[in-house]
T-cell receptor, first 117, second 112 residues
């Protein structure tokens, strides 16, 4: 158990709909990362937050948005869903921004599997 | 920019050694990692190497780093069927904050 909790584990929805994926990081971790894993594109970095602020943005579509709340949990919102959005969405957390002797290990949740029909 | 590349698939026989290779582009990487993803699970850190090291050995795992060629490899000795998984290479770059870039993942199939 990594200590990172993601809900829901599975989600089936229709094209055009909107869903919200939730992530609770490990206790004490301030950084949250979102990744998308699909068969054809592998693991793609979407976005990173640190203590409520956006720190880095990857290949995140404009239809997607995220935020990190004061209690450090994070939500990834996916809207106007398309068939190609079907994927496994991972959240990961780490202790800090990576300063000092921290090795920067990321702790991953088990993922939320989204199926768009 | 940051880019990490690795092959998609590797098949080995049980008992043989597996070598998974990875190349990265950013010479300012501080740590390089190997993560393992078992079926139906999230990624889990397998091992890591600091950028000023050439080699790290941990039981059946050997990590080799060639900074000049920006090449990282993971060798698994005496590969077992339980080693079948997807292995991700990743690099960490710290410029005020940490950014971790992952490769696409190499699927290791171990044939009994």
């Amino acid at each position: 158990d990594s200590g990172v909790t993601q809900t829901p584990k599975h989600l089936i929805t229709a094209t055009g709909q909107r869903v919200t994926l939730r992530c609770s990081p490990r206790s004490g971790d301030l950084s949250v990362y979102w990744y998308q894993q699909s068969l054809d594109q592998g693991l793609q970095f979407l976005i990173q937050y640190y203590n409520g602020e956006e720190r880095a943005k990857g290949n995140i579509l404009e239809r997607f948005s995220a935020q990190q709340f004061p209690d450090l949990h994070s939500e990834l919102n996916l809207s106007s869903l398309e068939l190609g959005d079907s994927a496994l969405y991972f959240c990961a957390s780490s202790r800090s921004l990576g300063r000092g002797t921290n090795t920067g290990e990321l702790f991953f949740g088990e993922g939320s599997r989204l199926t768009v029909l | 920019g940051e880019d990490v590349e690795q092959s998609l698939f590797l098949s080995v026989r049980e008992g043989d050694s597996s070598v998974i290779n990875c190349t990265y582009t950013d010479s300012s990487s501080t740590y390089l990692y190997w993560y393992k993803q078992e079926p139906g699970a999230g990624l889990q850190l397998l091992t890591y190497i600091f950028s000023n090291m050439d080699m790290k050995q941990d039981q059946r795992l050997t990590v080799l780093l060639n900074k000049k060629d920006k090449h990282l490899s993971l060798r698994i000795a005496d590969t077992q069927t339980g080693d079948s998984a997807i292995y991700f290479c990743a690099e960490s770059i710290r410029r005020g904050y940490q950014k971790v870039t992952f490769g696409i993942g190499t699927k290791l199939q171990v044939i009994p």
